[in-house]
């Protein structure tokens, strides 16, 4: 059956690095056929037809139509997946409130036309950022939509921190597993390494203790302003990249003895107050994400964790007072 993916933002730089490897069936796999549905602001929309047109000139095999609109219900219209990547970016001198107030005015709608057109068996990722929140604004909209079908990213991060320690410890990443980022998609997030298992060994035995406090976790939770400071852009082949492995992993399973990281609807697991949409170490099975449950979280955990998800609480009380959610 050919699988409906629609793309927000596709006229962006993420956009750009994504639709392509969508299109060559990265995102589902090889047996999948995919129709494109672009979805652009008015003034990107012609944009998004001249990418569109390079999709042509790639004669995928597995690409089965294209559609552009800048009208949410008819972009979501029968959609299996989305990808909600454009967002409205931190001005100068925007604070916190009017940040949330904007993006509301894009995911509450998004959300509200997911409700209503997009197909039963819809799956969200949400990127564009405050990715967290966004997704929870995108969900409130969307009360006929199973809860746990809104997700947001952070496998970037957990990307990252993969090929952080495997280049502390010399390894290739494939000898890394259970990694884990707790919390929201910013700088407050906790990537754990108290589970993370190297060749048999838990990582955190492996390498001194300052160098997970201070390099480790500032690292990979600053790394995006990292990259905007040397590329002169934010991340965005990383981002897509990301996106990526994230579906394939929701639609395809994660493999056995193996976990990632996302951010999914919390059932009230390792304290985090039910229903925030905050990152967690996650198998899916069955195409479901599932909380992976019993890890035993020590202080230094605990503390970052706490920090992390209390920053996501905040953000969720000022989208509720803000009338979003
Ligand atoms: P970009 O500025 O290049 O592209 C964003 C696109 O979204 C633009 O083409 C814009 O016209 C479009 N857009 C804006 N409002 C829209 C709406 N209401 N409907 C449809 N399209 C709309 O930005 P880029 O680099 O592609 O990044 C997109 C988002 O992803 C940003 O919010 C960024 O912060 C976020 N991001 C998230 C990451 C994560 O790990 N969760 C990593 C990197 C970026």
Redesign the pocket.
Known sequence: MTVKVTV????????YALLFRVASGQLLGADTPVKLSL???P??VK?AEGTAMELDDCAFPLLRGIEIS?D?ARAFDGANVALL?????RTKGMERGDLLEANGG?FGP?GRAINDNAADDIRVLV???P?NTNALIARSAAPDVPAERFT??????HNRALSQLAGKLSVPVTEISKMTIWGN?SATQYPDLFHTEVGGKVAAELVEEEWLRDTFIPTVAKR?AAIIEARG????AS?AN?AIDHVHDWVNGTPEGDWTSAAVPSDGSYGVPEGLISSFPVVSRNGRWEIVQGLEIDAFSRERIDASVGELVEERDAVKALGLI
């Not at 927000?8 to 956009?15: K, P």
């Not at 990547?85 to 970016?89: E, F, K, T």
């Not at 947001?152 to 991060?157: K, P, S, Y």
């Open positions: 927000t933002g596709a006229a962006g730089q993420i956009g979805l652009e602001i003034q990107a944009a800048d949410p990547v454009g967002a409205r970016p894009i998004q990127v564009g950022n990715a947001a990213m952070t496998r970037l991060d998609h995006g852009a934010s991340s965005a981002a990301a």
